[in-house]
């Protein structure tokens, strides 16, 4: 900064060296004006993060020094990682936490002056690596998770992990646990200080908040005058705090654009005022819960007495004891559904796609373009996607708000009818397609492999007014059932 400062004080101070013959050249005026000013009050101002320093709760030397020789002891597990996710983010990612939270507890060990290492429980552990690592590392404990993931079984019988659906309730108190841990927990982070707080007295949590959930659901957003990750990260701390916890938040050294945690280590009420504080949590959660019924969300509860039936986004049934602490958390799905509209009935879709392609249609039905042969090709005009909802009945919109990227997502899949650009819905022009990518030589796309050519019926030829622009021998797809090959099912 020192540096820079007097750079620009001597620019001040000899105007004339960046001009000639009394001539200001317009760029270098405008470095003299503009952008040498702006660089140097960007580099003497101080800006305050949302956030702490990282590392500001632990040693950073220790911290480092054991880093180091845990990564150097598991970098083995990158080159034999079985899952599809980057294995060196995820590999030195839970590497980081681990040696984080051994320093941790170290500390916490040297404090209380004992030997005795800490136990925990990893709820949602996903991978199980950082069960692996802690376990390895002499703490007794185990992960559970929903679903069993391949590198389960590389890990041998000293690291303990359990599949099971976890649902905030009696079912699921640790009272001989001394730390739960939420690592990227999505529904569970939450419940996590909850559960750790009716487990026992002097259980402690540490969580990394990422995706946004509430109690019941996703978490609504209230302000606007802060980022939705700090706003959530302020709502888990109060959760925190509600449930009686001294909460501090450190910030960790990982790959992650989500990597604060939250640690509840302490109490702040007596062990004898339990039942004062239980009645402030309980009344918390049903005020969230709240939240979520007044705003129209469906709990449906059976009024037997004994299950409450809630339907999963694909229609599966999940029967849960009426005895959890609220109605309405739902586990995510054992098999991961995917959700980016390809899963969709075929029928639905194409209903969709005719209906949006007909309405583009029929903005420019008495203005349509003259193509180089003299043919007239009703090209379609273009609105917006929030006005292509204004085209579909409210049980279609319900089945695409359950997809990733709803509407817009369905649309971009069907690439051979539709162009979006913009936040705008276009009828796509092979013609114009097929002469932007002959003309451009560099371009980084590949030509389609001639296996998937006519592999598809040309929607333009089975449903535009005047069928395929392109001739059948210059179309991809086919024109007709007996132009296909090796139809894809």
Not at 123 to 151: A, F, Q, S, W, Y
Not at 202 to 224: A, L
Not at 328 to 350: H, S, W, Y
Not at 416 to 443: K, N
Request: positive net charge; charged residues 25%.
């Amino acid at each position: 900064k020192v540096h820079i400062y007097r750079m620009f004080s001597l620019h001040a101070l000899m105007p004339e060296q960046w001009c000639s013959d009394g001539v200001a050249y317009p760029k270098l005026s405008w470095l003299c004006t503009k952008l040498l000013p702006k660089l140097s009050r960007w580099a003497l101002e101080s800006k305050t993060s949302e956030f702490k320093s990282t590392l500001s709760l632990i040693p950073v030397e220790k911290y480092g020094i054991l880093y180091q020789q845990l990564k150097e002891k598991y970098k083995e597990l990158v080159k034999v990682w079985p899952e599809v996710t980057d294995p060196e983010k995820f590999v030195f990612e839970d590497v980081a936490i681990a040696s984080y939270l051994l320093v941790l507890w170290g500390e916490e060990r040297a404090e209380k002056g004992t030997t005795t290492k800490q136990s925990f429980v990893d709820l949602g552990c996903g991978n199980g690596l950082l069960v692996h690592i802690l376990n390895n590392e002499g703490h007794p404990g185990k992960g559970m998770d929903i679903r069993k993931r391949n590198i389960w079984d590389m890990y041998g019988p000293g690291t303990h992990l359990e599949e099971t659906a976890i649902t905030p309730s009696n079912d699921f108190l640790f009272p001989t646990t001394d730390w739960l841990i939420g690592n990227h927990s999505d529904e569970l982070t939450p419940w996590i200080p909850v559960i750790a707080a009716r487990s026992s007295y002097s259980c402690r949590y540490f969580v990394i908040p990422c995706c946004f959930f509430d109690f019941c659901g996703k978490y609504q957003r209230r302000q606007c005058k802060k980022s939705q990750y700090k706003e959530y990260i302020d709502f888990v701390t109060d959760v925190s705090t509600m449930c009686g916890f001294y909460t501090e938040e450190d910030c960790l050294r990982i790959p992650s654009t989500k990597r604060v945690c939250i640690i509840g280590k302490g109490r702040r009420y007596r062990e004898a005022e339990e039942a004062v504080v239980e009645k402030q949590r309980s009344d918390y959660i049903k005020r969230r819960e709240a939240l979520f019924t007044t705003s129209g969300a469906s709990m449906n509860v059976n009024q037997s007495g004994h299950y409450r039936l809630n339907h999963s986004d694909n229609g599966q049934k999940i029967s849960t004891p009426v005895n959890n602490w609220v109605n309405g958390f739902q586990p995510r799905e054992k098999t991961e559904t995917v959700r980016n509209c390809a899963a969709l009935p075929r029928d639905f879709v194409d209903a969709v796609v005719l209906r949006v392609a007909k309405a583009l249609l029929s903005l420019t039905e008495r203005n349509t373009e003259s193509s180089s042969c003299g043919d007239t090709w009703n090209t379609g005009g273009s609105v917006l996607i929030s006005e292509v909802v204004n085209l579909l009945d409210q049980s279609s919109l319900q089945a695409l708000k359950k997809e990733c990227g709803g509407l817009q997502t369905l649309l971009k899949n069907n690439h051979q009818v539709f162009r979006v650009e913009g936040g705008r819905v276009f009828i796509r022009d092979w013609r114009t397609h097929t002469l932007a990518q002959s003309s451009r030589v560099t371009s980084k796309r590949k030509p389609p492999p001639s296996g998937a050519l006519k592999t598809r019926l040309c929607w333009f030829h089975t449903h535009h007014p005047h069928g395929c622009p392109l001739l059948r021998e210059h179309c991809a797809f086919a024109h007709g059932e007996t132009d296909l090959k090796n139809p894809q099912r």
